[in-house]
């Protein structure tokens, strides 16, 4: 029998020679496709992080009337235009889950605003959309540089906070109004000062908590922020901050001690100053005041027109409500979940709630309290618009994936 040969084709001999590569596996995770410890940043990266801080940093001044764009609005509309010429990086489940609600819900507040701009004729109407759509492109736009290099972009907002907070700390001496109680530093009024003065605490105290900083650091831009919300006397913002810093140190027993010398050297050194008996009346006149009331605040309205419940009445024009009964109708509903309610209705109002859902499934419950003072301060305001409340939602969750990707390097060290 003759014995059966084997032809080696050059081909195949040199496949075995030099072995094929091996593809990636295709069942990576979002976070595991792009490492941003990895991933370099380029020209265009750096520009848009430094566009980012420029944007905190230029937020707080209001030099057009509320309402309209702001400097730092008109910077950030660049940066959301170019965005859409840069690389695209993979967030987190829970992070595209809350991305796709939030997104949802701008579409259906334009909807409804142009639906109801449509019905009564009145432009202004549809102009309140342009906010939704405007904050959940600053949410993509920080979540994207989060998900690229989740530690430096956390750094930035960190010091651009820092950076415009005791630049409003000092303008506060030069644009002190001693005519007027309630000081307003470069906003338009007291209450946006307060809203700031809590959600950049927010902020700032959510990344502290999970990155390191100078000790200084973290001593200085929290009594910043006390005093500048001090200075707006705004009961609500006051509040919502001594929440927000009792959040902070009763995690840490070294900062909890610092926090009580601080408090009481502060109020030692102020006891018998103009700002100390301002506070002091403000806080003892809570609850006796006519707009402390729930029926002030504009929440009947959602009884007197339950037909507006379900797909929601729309923003603006404030002049379809005869409310002034029990009710300032000069004014929108004063909070942020009632008006969710009363102008996107259920509709809205689940889209938002599935959004929030998703921060809390995408971080720690220790962070996602960082997220709850705002809506303290929303029982009685109205704070949706606000930008700097959107870019809290998604500091938290890039906070959550550097958790997240903490716990996968562990349990990849164990396996080893």
């Keep these: 029998m003759t014995p059966s040969t084997v032809t080696i084709s050059p081909r195949s001999s040199k496949a075995g020679r030099n072995p094929p590569r091996s593809r990636p596996p295709r069942n990576l995770t979002p976070a595991e496709r792009v490492d941003p410890t990895e991933a370099p940043l380029g020209i265009a990266d750096k520009l848009g992080l430094s566009g980012l801080a420029l944007y905190i940093l230029l937020k707080p001044f209001y030099m057009l009337p509320s309402g309209l764009p702001q400097v730092g609005d008109f910077l950030l509309i660049i940066m959301l235009t170019l965005l859409a010429f840069q690389r695209r990086v993979y967030f987190s489940k829970e992070a595209r889950a809350f991305t796709g609600w939030m997104v949802l819900f701008a579409v259906h507040a334009t ?31 920080c979540l994207r540089y989060g998900f690229l290099k989740p530690k430096v972009t956390l750094v930035v907002i960190a010091y651009a906070t820092t950076a415009s907070v005791v630049l409003q ?153 005869d409310d002034s009964e ?60 606000f930008s700097l409340f959107w870019l809290l939602f998604a500091v938290v969750l890039v906070l959550g994936s550097i958790r997240e990707k903490g716990g996968r390097q562990q349990e990849g060290a164990k396996k080893a």
């Design 111 to 141: 909807v409804v605003n142009v639906t109801w701009s449509a019905i009564l004729a009145d432009k202004k109407v549809m102009l309140y959309a342009a906010y939704y759509v405007f904050n959940v492109g600053l949410v993509i736009l």
């Design 169 to 321: 700390a000092g303008a506060s001496f030069l644009a002190d109004k001693e005519e007027m109680i309630r000081q307003t530093i470069s906003f338009n009024n007291p209450n946006q000062l307060g809203y700031w003065s809590l959600l950049s605490l927010c902020i700032f105290l959510s990344i502290a908590n999970r990155l390191k900083f100078p000790w200084y650091m973290q001593t200085l831009v929290p009594i910043c922020l006390c005093y500048t919300v001090a200075l707006s006397l705004s009961k609500a913002a006051m509040l919502a901050s001594v929440l927000t810093i009792f959040i902070h140190v009763v995690k840490n027993r070294k900062m909890l001690v610092i926090a009580i010398v601080l408090a009481g050297i502060g109020y030692v050194a102020l006891e018998k100053s103009a700002i100390v008996d301002h506070v002091t009346n403000r806080i003892d006149n809570i609850g006796q005041q006519y707009d402390d009331s729930f029926y002030a605040r504009g929440y009947l309205r959602i009884i007197a027109w339950p037909q507006y419940v379900l797909l929601g009445a729309g923003e603006g024009a404030i002049y379809r409500w």
């Design 326 to 385: 029990y009710s300032d109708d000069r004014f929108e509903i004063h909070s942020t979940m009632a008006t969710i309610l009363f102008s996107y209705g259920l509709v809205g109002l689940t889209l938002f709630l599935s959004a929030i859902w998703c921060i809390y499934r995408g971080t720690s419950l220790g962070q996602f309290l960082y997220v709850l003072p705002p809506f303290l301060y929303g029982i009685t305001h109205q704070g949706l618009r």
